[in-house]
Each structure stands twice: as structure tokens, then as C-alpha cells.
């Protein structure tokens, strides 16, 4: 509906050949206050769009009369220069390109002079990333708002979302403020609160906070473009301001001393970009060799109880359909998707059976991870080495705390039991776990 009515307004424009109409087309226009949008990444595309649906309206005050946005880069795998997403999207609405305007730096003398030929009444701001200088703030008649992902003053900066997340917090919001020379400082217009989900991670946060704030821009434009905005305006409380620093690319590495919320944290707050990075080394037991395996650690879940005492402090296990890291403060954080390096993300049993009977060290941890996760894998892989493979319905004495345990034996082990008990214990779901193995390296294990 939106593409249509805005090809339908270029059209009534290239269609007015009679004096008349044209003069009469003219009128029309000329009654919409020019407004200039600013804006790079795909989340300002909601903006743009809300603006462009609210400016067919009959009685529409205003008109995008021009778009400013990042110069065009090299992107996605062909390095290829494209445009930015703000400015692919304008395109593709039809928008004229001479109408986009892409400076490196926002105080340029040439695009400054372009500006403030079009006298725009108005200029909006989201995500456009590029500091806005005295001389631009100076040209619009009714001043800059910018559409800001926080509860201002609370998390100033680039990186108000992904801060939000890893600092935990259970409320956030977005904010309507008037840009100021100084960083996300201007007297606030509007904000909406909203709950925060604990799984939310924060590209679908920051999508979820510009649709919000476009629609609370499209309700106060009226104030805003009257004038009545700058008056109710309320200055931000400089005692409860709090930054939100860019995010540097080596943050992405987590330190499991530290506790499971905290990493989970950290993994919502950096999905996208950087990411969640992780290392262990892969030990092959029968060779000896060691190799260094790196991947992200995509999605995560809190552990519901607390590792026991008794539990190897750095032993990772599968439950269900998680990989069990044993985290600082005797937590539990719960890898549920992860992604190794040129290939896609696989989930934690994926991962699990892609390193099944090996030992593998944390970076400075050693921790053991034998065994399998389908019963009837271990079954058919113990059988081809002309072993016997069964489910027992009780374990040896000194495992009594584990009703059941998927072993594998051999006629000569003594009762049929396997000959090595490597480890058992209880995951971080008090659920039971054990790991078995034979003499001769045949691995089993049993995840209940």
C-alpha cells in the first residue's frame, strides 16, 4: 500500500503538463513543510517508512523533501559498494537519487550549502551515525529530534541497546529528544517504557525500539512542527545520566569465572555484531594431537539450579538440548546454539556430536566431554567393534545415585560391566549423567 501511493504522488508530478494542473500541483505542495530525514542501517528503513505513509495523508502537514545517509560501502561477500540500507530503500520506493544525499562527515561545506538550499523546517535523526556539527544544528527552523533507543538520560552513546542488555535490565524504552551540540543531551519530547524479555537478544530489541519510536515520532510531529513541542520539552536529569560506549571487537571473548547471567548477558546484548566468542582446545585421546577450535556462542539460557560441589568444576555436559558450561559462582550456562567459523549455526547437539569422544580444555580449563547422545547411535557404534551394547536398569554400587546408565561391555569384563568408570555426576539440571567407557576407548554415555 505505502510503494503504491508513493509511486502514485511521482507520477501525479511527471503527469501535470497543463499549466494549470501543474500550478495547481504546485499549490498543493508548497503548503507541506519540507522535513530531512537522516538515517544508514536497516532499522531506520521503519522510520523512513512511517514518515513516508504519514506525508500521502490529505491533510499531511509535511514532505520528505531529502534523505542523508552513510556513503555507500563494500558489503556482503562480493565486497561489492553498495548503498546503505536507508538508501536502497528510498530507491526502491522510487525516491529521486538526487534527493539522497551522502556525505563522509555531516559538516561538510558542500553538503551543508545543499542543505540549507532546501530549506527544510524540520530535520529527523535515527541511527544515522555521524556527529551533527553547530553548523548543521543551525539550519532547520524547528531544530533536529532524534529518535534514541533509551530511556534518556540513561545509556548516552552508540551502543544503547546492547548496553541496556548487558547490564540485565528488566525495563528500557525509547526516547523522542531535540538534538544539542552535546551527545544525546537535548530536552526530551517523549519516551515510551517497555518490559524487557529475558531471551530478547538486541537486534530484534533495537527493531522492536524504532518501531515504537517511529510511531511515537508520528504522534508528536504535530507538536513538534507547531511549535508546541519545544515548550513542553522536559531537560534530561544530568545527575542519572549514564554512557553507552561503542563496543570494541574484544569484548566478544567471555570469561566463564564469570557468572552464568553475566555471559548470557553478554551473548544477547553482542548478537549481530561482534558476537560471543568462545575457544577450547580439541585433545584426541588416540593421537595425542591438540588442536585450538574458536566458534561463536550464539543463543543461551540461564541454568536453573547450581552446580554441585561434587561436580568437576570444568567439566561441560549435555542435557537435552543444551551443552552445560560450569560458570563462576557455581552457576550453570546453558549453550543452545553456536556457530564455528565459515559455516552456519548448528545447534548445541549438532556441536555436541561434532566432538563426541574427545577431551576438550577452555581456554585455561581442562574439561571432559565423552560420550554420545542417542542411545541407539551408542548402541550401533559399541556393536560394530563386537562389543555387547545394552541399556542396564540399575549401575554399580558406587554410581547408586544414577538409576540408569547406557553402558558398554565385553564378555571378559567381570559381570559384564564396563572395566573404566571415567566420571559420573549430576548435571545442572539435577538431571542424571554418566560417562563409560571400555578398556579399549569404546565410548557410551547416558543423558536422562
Not at 570494541?248 to 561482534?274: C, I, M, T
Not at 549435555?318 to 546453558?334: H, I, M, S, W
Request: hydrophobic share 40%; aromatic share 8%; proline share 6%.
Amino acid at each position: 500500500m505505502a510503494s503504491s501511493l508513493f509511486f502514485r504522488r511521482f507520477c501525479c508530478l511527471h503527469s501535470a503538463t497543463s499549466p494549470s494542473s501543474s500550478s495547481s500541483s504546485s499549490s498543493v505542495f508548497s503548503k507541506k513543510k519540507p522535513l530531512v530525514f537522516l538515517g544508514s542501517p536497516q532499522v531506520s528503513t521503519t522510520v523512513l517508512d512511517a514518515l513516508f505513509n504519514a506525508s500521502f495523508a490529505a491533510d499531511a502537514a509535511f514532505e520528505v523533501a531529502a534523505i542523508v545517509t552513510q556513503p555507500p560501502s563494500r558489503r556482503d561477500r562480493g565486497r561489492k559498494m553498495m548503498p546503505s540500507p536507508v538508501a536502497q530503500y528510498a530507491l526502491d520506493k522510487g525516491f529521486s537519487s538526487d534527493l539522497i544525499l551522502t556525505p563522509e562527515k555531516a559538516g561538510e561545506d558542500k553538503f551543508l550549502s545543499t542543505l540549507k538550499a532546501l530549506q527544510p523546517e524540520l530535520c529527523i535523526t535515527a541511527a544515522y551515525g555521524n556527529i551533527l556539527p553547530t553548523k548543521f544544528l543551525n539550519i532547520p527552523a524547528l531544530g533536529t529530534v532524534n529518535i534514541h533507543p533509551s530511556l534518556l538520560p540513561l545509556y548516552r552513546g552508540a551502543a544503547p541497546v546492547q548496553r541496556a542488555l548487558q547490564d540485565g535490565v528488566k525495563e528500557t524504552g525509547v526516547s523522542l529528544a531535540f538534538t544539542v551540540r552535546a551527545l544525546d543531551a537535548g530536552p526530551v519530547i517523549a519516551f515510551e517504557k517497555f518490559e524487557v524479555d529475558e531471551q530478547i537478544k538486541a537486534p530484534d530489541l533495537l527493531a522492536l525500539l524504532f518501531l515504537e519510536g517511529s510511531k511515537l515520532l508520528i504522534q508528536e510531529l504535530p507538536s513538534i512542527l507547531d511549535g508546541s513541542a519545544e515548550k513542553k520539552a522536559q531537560p534530561q536529569d544530568e545527575s542519572k545520566a549514564t554512557k553507552a560506549p561503542k563496543i570494541a571487537p574484544d569484548e566478544a571473548w567471555l570469561s566463564f569465572d564469570q557468572e552464568a547471567y553475566v555471559l548470557h548477558n553478554k551473548v544477547r546484548a553482542f548478537a549481530g555484531w561482534p558476537g560471543t566468542r568462545a575457544k577450547v582446545v580439541v585433545a584426541d585421546e588416540k593421537s595425542g594431537c591438540h588442536n585450538i577450535l574458536e566458534f561463536k556462542i550464539i543463543t543461551t539460557r540461564v541454568g536453573n539450579n547450581y552446580i554441585s560441589q561434587e561436580t568437576q568444576a570444568d567439566v561441560i555436559c549435555f542435557v537435552k538440548d543444551a551443552l552445560v558450561f560450569p560458570c563462576g559462582g557455581r552457576t550453570a550456562l546453558e549453550v543452545l546454539e553456536v556457530q564455528l567459523p565459515g559455516k552456519k549455526v548448528v545447534s548445541a547437539g549438532a556441536f555436541w556430536n561434532g566432538v563426541m569422544s574427545v577431551e576438550v580444555m577452555r581456554k585455561q580449563h581442562r574439561v571432559r566431554v565423552s560420550g554420545y547422545v542417542d542411545a541407539q547411535k551408542v548402541l550401533k557404534r559399541v556393536k560394530s567393534t563386537g562389543k555387547r551394547a545394552e541399556v542396564w536398569p540399575y549401575i554399580p554400587q558406587h554410581l547408586v545415585h544414577y538409576p540408569y546408565a547406557l553402558g558398554a561391555y565385553d564378555k571378559r569384563a567381570p559381570s559384564g560391566f564396563v572395566r573404566n568408570v571415567v566420571q559420573a555426576f549430576p548435571s545442572a539440571h539435577e538431571q542424571n549423567y554418566a560417562s563409560i567407557f571400555s578398556d579399549d576407548n569404546v565410548h557410551a554415555c547416558s543423558i536422562m
